[in-house]
């Protein structure tokens, strides 16, 4: 399978974050649209227990990559970076092919929560309710950044997820798109990544992806986990809630067997209900190869 970077930026604060799971769902109701006649066919492929069609990562700050969990931050800094921790692209690829960043640079507090206050509307009146106000939880950039990195690795459906992304920049990405949150546009075509389908010495991976993994995945590792209570699209079930689930998050890494790295870890979810018997939710992970030394913790 073949990676590519797509470069997005964002027009506007956003309320669903740009993690795999939720993109994934967004490119499902844009393939359903676009390709009607392939959409069945499409799901059966991430139900069944072969190669998906594609995989998606978290969507990155920039040239940012997420600093791997097994590597010790540098001792005696006063301020170390809160977490969500990045690595400059230079410095992850460098920690790829050998073991460790190529300077001890480590990032941080690059996205910022944020509010967006909005009068609430009266339902009889079909205008703005005097004095009712909600507020809706958002972010956005702090720092530098002006763009969003997304990795997509396939076979050969990079062009139809490139229109079903291209389709949802008219629309705009998840809660409260229709007011405006989660507009964006894309930069350009998408970049060739080949540094992040192989490494030579590889005997590790680290998750580009909030994943769920598979009893079959490798378990020796440093991982974190977030809990995430993620909904259907609105309206489209009775019941919007498909309840808790357990998701290790981006930075995860595990060492690998012989050297035997696949492109994808993790599985699907099937979550079902009846106007949606085949729905599932996606819990798959883009990996990245790495050299993991053997003085490294875990």
């Known amino acids: 399978m073949k990676t590519w970077r797509l470069r997005l ?27 009607p006649e392939s959409f069945e066919s499409f799901l059966e492929e991430f139900r069944a227990a072969g190669e998906p069609p594609f995989i998606l990562s978290d969507a990155f700050p920039g040239d940012l990559l997420p600093l791997p ?63 009712q106000l909600f507020e809706t939880d958002t972010q956005h950039f702090q720092r530098g950044e002006d763009f969003l990195s997304i990795f997509i690795r396939s076979d050969g459906r990079i062009d139809q997820v490139l229109a079903c992304l291209r389709a949802l920049a008219w629309t705009g990405f998840g809660k409260k798109s229709s007011t405006g949150l989660g507009a964006f546009e894309i930069l350009g075509e998408p970049e060739a990544c080949d540094w992040l389908d192989q490494v030579p010495g590889a005997n590790a991976f680290v998750a580009l992806s909030h994943f769920v993994p598979s009893h079959t995945d490798p378990a020796d590792g440093c991982w974190q986990v977030h809990v995430t209570y993620p909904k259907f699209h609105a309206n489209s079930v009775s019941n919007v809630f498909k309840g808790g689930i357990l998701m290790l998050t981006p930075g995860s890494a595990f060492r690998v067997k012989n050297g035997s790295l696949r492109p994808w870890y993790g599985r699907t979810i099937p979550v079902p209900r009846p106007e949606m018997p085949k729905a599932l939710h996606y819990g798959l992970c883009l990996s990245a190869p790495l050299v993991w030394r053997e003085d490294d913790k875990a």
């Open 9 to 35: 930026n964002p027009r506007s604060p956003w309320a669903t974050p740009w993690r795999a799971d939720s993109l994934f769902g967004a490119i499902c109701w844009r393939w359903r649209e676009l390709f």
């Open 69 to 131: 969990i097994h590597i010790e931050l540098p001792q005696g800094k006063k301020d170390k970076p809160k977490p969500p921790r990045y690595l400059p692209e230079t410095s992850f690829r460098n920690l790829m092919q050998t073991g460790m960043p190529a300077n001890p640079e480590v990032i941080g507090n690059v996205i910022q929560d944020s509010s967006r206050v909005q009068t609430a509307i009266d339902r009889n009146l079909g205008s703005a309710a005097l004095g």
